[in-house]
């Protein structure tokens, strides 16, 4: 309502030009709020991750109509770009099906997170309408000044706050060096060289390679334990990270007896179609 | 187009980004909600700048922006590390640190 | 006036021009360091020094007493007034303008002393040595004993009041040794333990007296405290003058710290005889007479010390005739001889003279009669109830007639030393004051009856002997010391007394006028003679002519309350140990209550609040961050309200 009466109450020069920003702020509002409650409420990281680009997106585009374009680019480039790629490949690595569970165990966090939530937000907005004012000053000056919007933050970036931005990229220098440190596996014994290697095999009781996945598996090969020759599935085929989250099929009994007799050169028919599906 | 709806908007989408940090275990989850609080107070200097008619609000967003990029490299790292370690990313088993 | 005032009117002034020590007097470190040295080697020297450490110990007397004469020899050739020589030896306390510096002051009084303490001294070692023959710990009884004699040689020739302190502790300290010398009896632990306690009460009033004297006279030397006594004011003086009391009472056992001598017979008996009886507790009467000058000043003090020493002579008197306890017994007479030393001290300078020589006579017949007490316990397998003894003449012929020599020197018979040193301290109390006259007249009748029970129970009547003892005379190594005793207490009072010899000889030290009786002395010699017999004869009638029963009969009120030590003890656990563990108990209540539970309290309230205070901190990342967001939200809402 406020929003209406302001609206209506502002003079004529502006309300041309904000009719159509008004509806690119509705609709954008709207994008991220959704976006934002999704992330919020979805159980999937990665649903949570899909929703807040899409809040990412729409803030871009409110930067655009807010006179920011190098700041919406910025926005789409740096943060749906890179910052949610980086996400999803993280979620990849730790795994895309987990989810978590809604059960809240602190006890009493639910209810008092939502409720100084709600009383920080109402303060916010309580605040803001206190104090600022209803026309703004608008950028054409500013941005005009330097002969456009990139022109004139170049000249402040590299005029005023020459020092800060230099910060910044010793900041984002030492946090790839970090991210490297962090990341690297240090190896605390020597690496075993070929014949140690082999010595080991033989020693373990195992002394050929182990089977490829997927030998002999009629799924989803790289998930498939492979089966030993006398027809039990090794676990230690599947590679590490899908042992614990991908479902292993369970080993079709019939096959192995097929199996283990063309493996003793006896006549086999054909398999059974259904049975594998 | 009062500019004050560009601050709630913003007031409110950094209120759901703190519900996230609160009510989410999921560290990487966690971590966009923290992105989104980020987000939310760049929305607000960006309207600060439109009001105020001058272009320091954005060059401070921008540096958030590059702030945010720095952060989020690292804390990945560290998610990373967590779950290498303990098999899981969930916030509240990394609770050793207590009395 | 004072009726105490008489004997001060005129006061010889003694002379004190004090000479450096040269020539044969360099020695005088000697006396000390000898036995000081033997008490050093026999008692850090463990097991290997058994086989001879009683002979050094003895060794280091004799050397002691050899020195001693050598000086009283080369003392006899200088003139009276050159007498008094003080060899300094090293600084000791050097602050500001308090100077006691380690010196020795060696004159004709401490000569006396020296003499007395380093003869019957040397007797007793010898004695000791056949004495304790069977006594697994004998090295370490004559480590004990050298440090005795080597402190109480400190004792008496210090030339300042510090030092002589430190010598009075380590004879407090000898004496705590050697009574607690069967320290694996509980009796004598106690025993020792009551003596050490009761002389800190006493060692408090001399500490306080030599403060008094370093506020007063700015100094603690002799020389110092005594020259410029005049000059102190009237208060300052009897102060100083009671404190010093104090302090002799405890060393001396007088009344009313008396309670401790008779526990202290748990020691063996040549303890008995040269610390408990002939030397250490004399030590009092060398204080009051060595500090002669301040009580010739205060007449206050003098009359207290008369009184104290008065009380004292009766009660040791009374305890000593009704305690069945030989050595008991002759606590009780030692308690008594030393009240009339102490009385006689406080004459003023009528008595020094006489309070010194009945102290050398009281060493020789009380150590003699001692050392036959314990020649008796030798022989009666350390048995000590007379009750038990009778007729030990027969067996015991040595002993009994060097005993008997004692009894008559102690009973004031003339021609024995008693004799002439009592009846001079009775004639001069009668020269001062009628009652303490009449005190002293009375307790020699007393003297002589208890003296006569005990020679009478032990020595004659009938056998009550118990039936495994079989009495046998001691041997020689004993009984050698024993008869020179018996004939130092045989003649020296005839040697010394009548002819005037020690009056002349204590004179420049001490002071002397010669005491003017209100009757002749003669009159007071067949009147206290009269006493005497009378007593004795009551006593021989009672114990020697009539059988003596074996268990103690109940007797009247006052036996009764003398077997009971005049209730000194009940009346120190009433007045004092009563109180004080109450005291105790309710201090012990009160920290554990009140001071704990106020400091437990605190500790357990905070401690309380902490532990739920860090339940706060879960290490939930989450919970840290609902408390970032309350912070903010509080943050915003001020804002907002300050804005509005």
Not at chain 1, 137 to 159: H, M, P, Q, R, T
Not at chain 3, 586 to 592: H, K, M, P, R, S
């Amino acid at each position: 309502m406020n929003t209406l009466l302001t609206a209506v109450t502002t003079d004529a020069t502006t309300t041309t030009a904000s009719t159509g920003e008004a509806i690119v702020f509705w609709v954008c509002a709207a994008v991220a709020v959704v976006g934002a409650l999704g992330m919020l409420l979805s159980r999937k990281a990665v649903h949570s991750a899909l929703f807040i680009a899409g809040t990412m997106i729409s803030l871009a585009v409110l930067y655009v109509s807010l006179d920011a374009p190098f700041l919406g680019m910025t926005q789409i480039v740096v943060y749906t770009g890179a910052v949610m790629m980086l996400f999803l490949f993280v979620l990849m690595v730790v795994g895309v099906d987990s989810s978590d569970s809604l059960v809240e165990t602190l006890r009493g966090q639910r209810a008092a997170s939502v409720l100084l939530g709600l009383g920080f937000a109402g303060l916010l907005i309580a605040g803001v309408g206190a104090a600022v004012v209803d026309v703004p000053v608008g950028l054409d000056a500013a941005n005009s000044e330097y002969g456009g919007n990139v022109e004139g933050i170049a000249a402040l970036i590299f005029g005023r706050y020459v020092l800060a931005f230099e910060a910044t990229s010793a900041l984002l220098i030492a946090a790839a060096l970090g991210a490297m440190v962090l990341a690297h596996r240090e190896r605390s014994e020597r690496r075993p060289s070929q014949r140690e290697l082999s010595e080991q095999r033989v020693r373990d009781g195992a002394p050929q390679n182990l089977p490829g996945p997927g030998v002999y598996a009629r799924h989803n090969a790289l998930g498939t334990p492979a089966l030993l020759p006398d027809g039990t599935p090794t676990d230690r085929s599947v590679p590490e990270p899908l042992r614990g989250v991908s479902a292993v099929v369970g080993v079709d009994h019939e096959d192995t007896e097929r199996v283990n007799a063309l493996a003793r050169g006896e006549a086999v028919g054909p398999a059974d179609e259904e049975g594998s599906s | 187009m009062n500019p004050m709806n560009y601050l709630y908007l913003s007031a409110v989408l950094f209120t759901i980004g703190a519900l996230g940090v609160l009510l989410r275990r999921n560290a990487i989850v966690v971590f966009m909600s923290v992105e989104l609080m980020l987000n939310a107070s760049n929305l607000a200097f960006v309207s600060f700048a439109d009001i105020h008619g001058n272009l320091d609000g954005q060059v401070m967003a921008f540096f958030v922006m590059v702030v945010a990029a720095a952060e989020v490299v690292v804390g990945l790292a560290i998610i990373m590390i967590i779950f290498r370690t303990r098999r899981s990313a969930s916030v509240d088993e990394a609770n050793l640190l207590k009395y | 006036m004072s009726p105490f005032s008489g004997a001060v009117a005129s006061v010889a002034e003694p002379s004190s021009a004090v000479s450096e020590a040269s020539g044969v007097f360099g020695l005088t470190w000697l006396l000390i360091a000898l036995p000081l040295l033997g008490a050093a080697v026999l008692l850090l020297g463990g097991r290997r020094t058994n086989p001879w450490g009683h002979w050094l110990g003895v060794l280091m007397a004799a050397g002691s007493f050899a020195v001693a004469v050598v000086l009283f020899a080369g003392m006899l050739g200088l003139g009276e007034e050159e007498r008094s020589i003080r060899q300094f030896l090293f600084d000791w306390v050097f602050v500001g303008t308090f100077e006691a510096p380690v010196a020795l002051r060696l004159d004709q009084l401490s000569m006396t002393f020296v003499l007395l303490i380093t003869g019957v001294g040397t007797l007793i070692h010898i004695y000791s040595v056949g004495y304790m023959s069977h006594d697994p710990d004998r090295r370490r009884f004559f480590g004990y004993l050298n440090l005795f004699v080597a402190s109480m040689l400190l004792l008496v020739l210090a030339d300042n009041y510090l030092l002589l302190y430190v010598g009075w502790e380590g004879v407090g300290l000898a004496s705590y040794l050697l009574i607690g010398f069967w320290y694996y009896k509980s009796s004598a632990a106690v025993a020792a333990k009551k003596a050490f306690v009761v002389n800190r009460v006493g060692d408090v009033g001399l500490s306080l007296a030599i403060m008094l004297m370093f506020v007063t006279f700015g100094s603690v030397t002799f020389e110092g405290v005594l020259d410029n006594a005049a000059a102190a004011s009237d208060s300052s003086l009897t102060w100083i003058g009671l404190a010093l009391l104090l302090g002799a009472a405890g060393k001396s056992a007088q009344f009313p710290l008396q309670s401790w001598l008779l526990d202290a017979m748990e020691g063996p008996t040549p303890v008995s005889a040269l610390i408990h009886a002939a030397t250490m507790v004399t030590a009092g009467v060398y204080l009051i007479v060595r500090s002669a000058d301040i009580f010739n000043l205060s007449e206050t003090a003098r009359t207290a010390v008369i009184v104290i020493g008065g009380i004292t002579l009766v009660m040791g008197a009374i305890i000593g005739s009704a305690k069945d306890d030989i050595k008991k017994a002759l606590a009780g007479s030692t308690m008594s001889q030393i009240g009339y030393m102490i009385l006689a001290a406080g004459l003023g300078t009528v008595g020094y003279v006489f309070a010194i020589f009945h102290l050398v006579m009281h060493g020789f017949f009380k150590a003699d009669m001692f050392l036959g007490a314990g020649s008796v316990m030798h022989g009666m397998n350390d048995q000590v109830n007379m009750r038990r003894f009778g007729l030990l003449r027969t067996v015991m012929v040595t002993t009994w007639i060097t005993f008997g020599i004692g009894w008559l020197a102690i009973l004031g018979v003339p021609p024995f030393s008693g004799f002439f040193s009592k009846d001079k301290i009775i004639e001069a109390a009668f020269s001062v004051n009628a009652v303490a006259g009449w005190v002293t007249l009375l307790g020699a009748g007393i003297t002589a009856f208890y003296m006569t029970r005990l020679f009478a129970m032990t020595f004659h009547g009938k056998k009550r002997w118990t039936d495994d003892v079989h009495p046998h005379e001691s041997p020689w190594i004993m009984m050698g010391p024993v008869a020179v005793l018996a004939l130092l207490s045989a003649v020296a009072g005839l040697a010394l007394g009548p002819t005037g010899l020690f009056e002349r000889w204590l004179e420049p030290v001490t002071g002397f006028t010669e005491p003017t009786p209100p009757v002749a002395p003669a009159v007071i010699s067949i009147a206290a003679l009269v006493l005497v017999l009378i007593g004795a004869g009551i006593a021989w009638v009672t114990y020697a002519r009539n059988p003596v029963p074996e268990v103690a009969p109940a007797g009247n009120l006052l036996t009764r309350a003398a077997r009971a030590d005049l209730y000194g003890d009940a009346v120190n656990e009433a007045v004092f140990m009563r109180p004080g563990q109450y005291l105790t108990r309710w201090l012990v209540w009160f920290d554990n209550r009140v001071v704990d539970g106020a400091v437990n309290g605190t500790a357990a309230t905070i401690g309380g609040l902490s532990g739920r205070l860090r339940r706060l901190q879960t290490g939930f990342t989450r919970s840290y961050a609902l408390s970032m967001l309350g912070g903010a939200a509080l943050v915003a809402a001020v804002l907002v309200l300050v804005r509005l």
